[in-house]
């Protein structure tokens, strides 16, 4: 079985603010783990993944998220926040029965 | 044009009245999904077809039924819609070559309401 906790529904962060999204996961075998953004009244799209290989993940538009896993762990990371990342952004974990988990979702809201 | 389309984008219904919710892709996609999204529940999978011949249900399959009529084409029915189906429905594809890797290309959603 497979699960994912995201820390947080929402997020409140200034512009130009370290954002920091936490997401913990279970898994019974190596998982592999997604974060996807939804932007208002769009669908989902892919920000970054961990296959297998480098621990920290470089995605789109800056963010990054390093996969720990002695701490079951895939946080989700941009150093300065910008007014157009307001968005929900939902972590995801795929092991062994071929199907997306995702987790609750974190919404943030980016203060000028 | 968008590679995943879900047709309608909006729509309104009566409690018992029998809707579908369509999607087609261009991606060239075996695999297809459909999932809702309510509120603090993050996306739920509904149900999933690795091939035009293979339908899965997903962990809330109850009260849907789905069609897989070609590649490019996954339909979602409520048979008899009830409000706790209001939501906003997804549609989803992914290659298979990758499996469990394999990032998944959402559609821009459908948004339901039944009354």
């Known amino acids: 079985a497979q699960s994912v906790t995201q820390l947080g529904s929402h997020v409140s962060v200034s512009e130009g603010a370290l954002v920091l999204l936490r997401c913990n996961y279970s898994?019974?075998?190596?998982?592999?783990l997604f974060w996807y953004v939804q932007y208002p009244n769009q669908g989902l799209q892919l920000l970054l993944k961990?296959?297998?290989?480098?621990?920290l993940v470089k995605g789109i538009n800056g963010f990054e998220a390093e996969f720990k896993k002695s701490e079951t762990s895939f946080h989700l990371t941009k150093p300065s926040a910008h007014m157009s990342d307001a968005a929900e952004y939902f972590c995801a974990v795929n092991s062994n029965d071929y199907k997306l988990s995702f987790g609750a979702g974190t919404t943030v809201t980016v203060r000028a | 044009d968008a590679d995943v389309t879900q047709t309608p984008r909006n729509r309104i219904t009566k409690t018992g009245k029998r809707i579908m919710l369509e999607c087609s892709q261009t991606?060239?996609?075996?695999?297809m999904y459909w999932y809702r999204q309510d509120p603090g529940l993050g996306l739920r999978l509904i149900y999933y077809?690795?091939?035009?011949?293979?339908?899965n249900k997903g962990e809330i399959s109850d009260g849907y039924s789905v069609s897989r009529q070609a590649q490019a084409k996954f339909s979602l029915s409520l048979e008899s819609a009830i409000p706790n189906q209001t939501a906003l429905y997804f549609c989803a594809t992914s290659d298979s070559f990758l499996s469990q890797q394999e990032t998944q290309y959402f559609g821009p959603g459908t948004r339901l309401l039944v009354l």
């Open positions: 077809s690795f091939d035009v011949k293979d339908i």
């Open positions: 898994s019974s075998v190596p998982p592999y």
């Open positions: 991606k060239g996609h075996d695999r």
């Open positions: 961990y296959t297998t290989g480098a621990t």
